[in-house]
């Protein structure tokens, strides 16, 4: 009883996989652990890819008020203004002129 629900509960994660990865157990179980790492892996691509966004949006903002991104995050460290890049690219997205005052406080 307990193989045939190993079995059953290992062929439902892998349905909709492709070719015979689905159907037969030694390629499933190996498909199964795959999908796994890979899922982990992405996980934490995710966040860096995001944070790349936050990067890219902020040099954008900062050129567009004359300045670039690497003096603009010297400036806010050495000005003690404490915002995070997932802020200051949401601020630099949605309100420019926000971003701008922000800018020039650093100055």
Known sequence: ML???KRRNLLAHTKGF????NTKLRLARVAFLK???N???SRRL???GARQVWS???NAAAREAGTTYSKLINALKVAG???DRKILSTIAAEQPQVFKAI?????
């Open 35 to 37: 999908a796994g790492v």
């Open 39 to 41: 899922a982990y892996k």
């Open 3 to 5: 193989h045939a629900k």
């Open 56 to 58: 890219i949006r902020i």
């Open 46 to 48: 995710k966040k860096r």
């Open 18 to 21: 492709m070719n015979k990865r």
């Open 81 to 83: 203004i404490e915002l």
């Open 103 to 107: 800018v020039s406080a650093t100055k």
